[in-house]
Structure formats: structure tokens, C-alpha cells
């Protein structure tokens, strides 16, 4: 089992950044990716960003490219969420992910582990 815990949620002005961490414990000796998802009341979970933990690629949904980074540190198996130019549409609840095996990158059902979520407002 993998427990992961996010942080770094918060209230900002549109324009502003924040910076999502979520730190992985547990059973981690076998991560093929990590990723984050948001969801926004009444909407679906939806894709934001995926790293492959073995040689770094990423992947960014569309709708955050430029304005978003996903990055990770080995040495403490945590994720980070770089977020710029925060926009209201971006509010919502992020989600951390883990993901032992390989899968589709930006589907939730390739992931296995969640975390419980950080609430992300943006005002305009």
C-alpha cells in the first residue's frame, strides 16, 4: 500500500502562483509514475500532469501547458506541482496519484493510489 499526502492548496488571485507537494510513503519501491488530477464540484476528475519516475518524461494536459510543471525529487519520493498564471478556471480539488505498473498516462484508472486532495481557489 501507498499512502501519499498532498499540500500546498490555498486561496489565490488569479495571476499568482502555488507550488502542490505530495509526498509518497509506504510500499514506493515500485512507482512507475505519479501524476495529479483535479476535480471541480460537479465536474469530472480530470488529467492536469504525469511524470515516469524512471527517466523523468512528462506529460501536461493542454489546458495547463506553459503555466504548469510537474517535478519530482528521488531522493524523497515526492512530487511537486509547480502552478504559474493560476487562472479561476483552475480551482478545484487536486489530487496526488501513484501508479506501480505501467498504464495511460492521463487516465485515472491507471493509478492505484490516491491521495485525499488539496483544495486549489482561485479568485479573479
Known amino acids: 500500500q501507498v499512502q501519499l499526502v498532498e499540500s500546498g492548496g490555498g486561496l489565490v488571485q488569479a495571476g499568482n502562483s502555488l507550488r502542490l507537494s505530495c509526498a509518497a510513503s509506504g510500499h514506493i519501491y515500485s512507482t512507475y509514475a505519479m501524476g495529479w488530477f483535479r476535480q471541480a464540484p460537479g465536474k469530472e476528475r480530470e488529467f492536469v500532469a504525469t511524470?515516469?519516475?524512471?527517466?523523468?518524461?512528462?506529460y501536461h494536459a493542454d489546458s495547463v501547458k506553459g503555466r504548469f510543471t510537474i517535478f519530482r525529487t528521488n531522493a524523497i519520493n515526492t512530487v511537486y506541482l509547480q502552478m504559474n498564471s493560476l487562472k479561476p478556471e483552475d480551482t478545484a480539488v487536486y489530487y496526488c496519484?501513484?501508479?506501480?505498473?505501467?498504464?495511460?498516462?492521463?487516465?485515472?484508472?491507471?493509478?492505484?493510489?490516491w491521495g485525499q486532495g488539496t483544495q486549489v481557489t482561485v479568485s479573479s
Open positions: 511524470i515516469i519516475w524512471s527517466g523523468g518524461s512528462t
Open positions: 496519484a501513484h501508479a506501480r505498473t505501467r498504464g495511460v498516462p492521463d487516465r485515472p484508472e491507471s493509478f492505484g493510489s
